[in-house]
Each structure stands twice: as C-alpha cells, then as structure tokens.
C-alpha cells in the first residue's frame, strides 16, 4: 500500500534536557532549521540543574512551535516519556539536547514513513568526537542501512532490531499507544528495551539510506563512557529484559541473529574489563554473563572461537579467579592499537596464570593463543619481525607443555597434524637459524628456550 505523502503531518520532536546548556543553543537551532515544516518541539528540563530552562524558553519565546515541560530530575527515561504525554503530533522523533538533527531529516523520514505506510522509519547517524572526526554510527553500519529498504519486517530485515537506538528513528504514535509503550525511568540504557519492544510491534518498517542525526561524542555523555559502573550495571539489566523479549518470538532465525549480535555487544565490553569500576562491577558482569549469555549459547551459535570460550571462562569467575591482577593496558582480550607481537605477549602472560587442571581454562588458553600468537604466526603476519616472531612462539611452547595441550600445534600448518608439538620445535628451529645469518650476536643471547620465553615487551605489572 501506498499514500500520497502528506507535509501537513504534524511530527513531535521530544528533547530531553539536563545539564545540557552547553550544546542545547545548537540543538535548538538545528530544529528551527528544518525544512519540513510541521513539527512542534517540547524541550523537557529534566532538573533545573544549569541555564537550559531560560534557554529553552528563550526559544519558545521566539518560535511558538517550541514548548517548555520541567520536571524533578528523573533521567532521560522520564523525560522522554513525559514529552510523550505532552505532545500530539502523529509522527514522534527523538532528539538529545547534545546532538544536531539535519536540516532535511524529517522531509526524508516522513516521505518514507507516508509514501510507504510504515510504522518506523530509520535513518543513519553520524558519530562525531571532539577533534571533528565523523563516522557512521556503529549500529547503523550493516548493509540494510547501507542500501536501505522501502517495506520490509523483521523476518526480512533482522538488522533492525540491532540497531538499538531511538535518536534515528521516526515512530507512528499510533503503534506506541497501541502497546502502551513508554521508557524505563532510573536506569541508563533506556534506549534498548523501548526499541526492541517498538520494532517487534512494527508491522512494516522502512531504512533510508541518509545521514538524519548528528551524534555527538563528549565527556559528559552517557554513551562515552559505556563501562562506568551505573551504566554497566543498567546496560546489564536492560539488556536482560530485551533477551527475554526475544526469547520468546517464533522465528528461531530471528533469535538467533539478535543473540548472535548481543554477543558482540557482550565482547565489546568484556575485551575492556581492566577498566571496569572495581571488583563489584567485575563480579556482577560474570554473574550476568553465567546468567544470560552463556545460558543462551548454543553449539550452534556462530560466534569465535574466543568470544566461545570467553563466555564460559567468565561466565565461570574466570577474570575475578585469574586474571583481576591483570592492569590496565595488559588486556589481553584488547587488541587495540598493538601490534600483532604485543598481543601475542600479552596473550602468553595471561594464559601462564590460568589453572593446566580446569578445562575451561585450558579452552580459554587454546582460544586466545590460537587467535592472538599461532595464526599470525601461521599467515605470516608476524614475519617482519623474525625475533619477535621466534621469541612468542617459544613463550607459547612453554604454556602448550604446562597446559597438555599439544593439538594447539595444528595451528601453524596442515602437516601439525601427524608431527604435534614438533613441528613447534621444527618451526622455531628453522626461524633461528635464519635469525643466526642475520644477527649473529643476537641468535646465541637468544640461543635457548628459556632466555626467550621470558624476554617480553610489555610485562604485566
């Protein structure tokens, strides 16, 4: 079905507020721009913290489409719902007082939204950092937003349900009275229930391939920071309601593609656990993932081998067991910005702490050393460096020898197969033989074993 667009429709845009006088004067004028013309804005001042309810009115004194709701300090939750209750257009988008709606967004959104009939309409957001740099934002990468889709569901389009976020979205009020829905108030991360809910109640919903927000990245800003303790813990028992929502839907395909995707949402978090808040943190994120990730995870979930074995090591109070000594910047879930030899020594340090006579962390072992020193090592990738390359693979030996686990030489080559952890030795011995045309010198200080294995960059303080 399609209806001929109508720009008389009128759209709320609802604009949460606190401590946000800074940016809110930008995102102000950002509305004011719009070229769509029938929108009403209503600013809700979630706690007189700073100038943004003067500023806001200020506005409203100008533009009579702005409007001015103040309310005791709630959280973005409560304020968003109470510019739901306040408002009355028929199309409702959501914009943070930090961010910058484009000049164009609600002409794309609503000619989707009224061309094609649609419940839910998305577009792209751009994430901008305090030195200028854009991206786009990191939900909103698959190809469904990179290609766009005039009517699809969710049978169709899973990669919406992904994209959890409210702030590039246009909703038919209509489905939102229809199931009542409203956000959690109190809590961080009020975005993921209230989208997971609003797009399973979406009959039809549509993807326009064009930049309608602006995203700014800040300091101040809840999503910056993703593992301070409040919004840990409240990402946490969000995400627990949107799993059990899910949980219960018929497509099995559908299931299994947002839980595929909840656990790189999982991984995200658990590669930066040295810079969780402190220990209850930690320990509250391995009762969460025992609980609701790995109770969820099946033979048949299509995730790493790492990310496999990441989840059962702390689903079992690996990290507070073995690894809670382990400083920031020692990481070795965390491969950011280190070269290929960092990370393979720092993989070999966290895996000589783990316990030969759990199996867990023997799987945990075999996992991180696979990804993090024998594949480079197999595609070539730490060549360049022969030393580096000898020295992190006779380091690996050792943990291969103290944790019985000599399948982990089939890594480096088909023929590991039938020669074991020989083809280690073999391996190591001809890297330094060529090390010993080289740089002589060199090749007789690192001429054993043992020298090489405890030579290492970046020691775990």
Request: charged share 25%; aromatic share 6%; with cysteine.
């Amino acid at each position: 079905m399609s209806i001929a667009p109508d720009p008389q429709q009128l759209v709320s845009i609802i604009i949460p507020s606190h401590r946000s006088a800074k940016w809110l004067p930008e995102c102000l004028d950002s509305v004011r721009a719009l070229t769509y013309p029938s929108w009403e804005a209503v600013v809700v001042i979630d706690g007189t913290a700073d100038e943004s309810e003067s500023i806001a009115r200020g506005y409203a004194d100008v533009e009579g489409r702005f409007r001015v709701v103040v309310i005791p300090h709630g959280g973005p939750g409560a304020a968003r719902n109470a510019g739901l209750d306040a408002s009355v257009g028929e199309y409702v988008f959501f914009l943070d007082s930090d961010d910058i709606i484009t000049v164009d967004a609600l002409d794309i959104l609503c000619n989707a939204a009224m061309t094609n009939d649609v419940d839910i309409v998305a577009g792209i957001g751009e994430d901008t950092t305090p030195d200028g740099t854009t991206t786009v934002y990191w939900t909103q990468r698959s190809q469904l937003h990179r290609s766009g889709v005039a009517v699809a569901d969710l049978e169709s389009a899973p990669e919406f349900l992904a994209d959890h976020v409210v702030w590039n979205k246009l909703y038919r009020r209509r489905l939102l009275d229809e199931v009542r829905l409203r956000f959690p108030t109190g809590v961080h991360c009020e975005d993921l229930v209230f989208s997971a809910r609003a797009s399973l109640a979406a009959r039809r919903i549509s993807v326009v391939p064009r930049v309608v927000y602006r995203h700014r990245r800040h300091e101040g800003a809840i999503s910056t920071d993703y593992l301070r303790a409040t919004t840990l813990v409240d990402w946490m028992s969000q995400s627990e309601l949107v799993l059990d929502t899910v949980s219960q839907l018929a497509s099995t395909d559908l299931r299994d593609y947002h839980f595929v995707n909840f656990c790189r949402q999982w991984w995200s978090r658990a590669r930066s656990f040295d810079r969780m808040a402190d220990r209850a943190t930690l320990l509250a994120f391995e009762r969460f993932t025992a609980r609701s990730v790995r109770a969820r995870l099946s033979p048949s979930t299509e995730i790493r081998d790492l990310v496999r074995s990441a989840i059962d090591f702390v689903a079992g109070s690996g990290l507070s067991r073995y690894w809670s000594a382990v400083g920031s910047g020692h990481n070795p879930f965390d491969d950011d910005d280190r070269s290929v030899a960092s990370r393979a020594d720092l993989a070999i340090r966290a895996t000589n702490l783990l316990d030969p006579a759990d199996p867990v962390c023997r799987r945990m072992a075999v996992a991180l050393l696979s990804e993090a020193v024998l594949d480079p090592i197999a595609s070539g990738a730490m060549r360049a460096d022969a030393e580096s390359e000898v020295n992190a693979l006779a380091a690996a030996a050792q943990v291969i020898d103290r944790l019985g686990v000599p399948e982990l030489a089939t890594r480096l080559g088909p023929d590991a197969a039938h020669n074991g952890r020989g083809l280690v030795d073999q391996y190591i011995a001809r890297r330094r033989s060529w090390l010993r045309t080289k740089n002589p010198r060199q090749a007789r200080t690192n001429g054993t074993r043992e020298t090489v294995g405890t030579q290492c960059a970046h020691p775990c303080r």
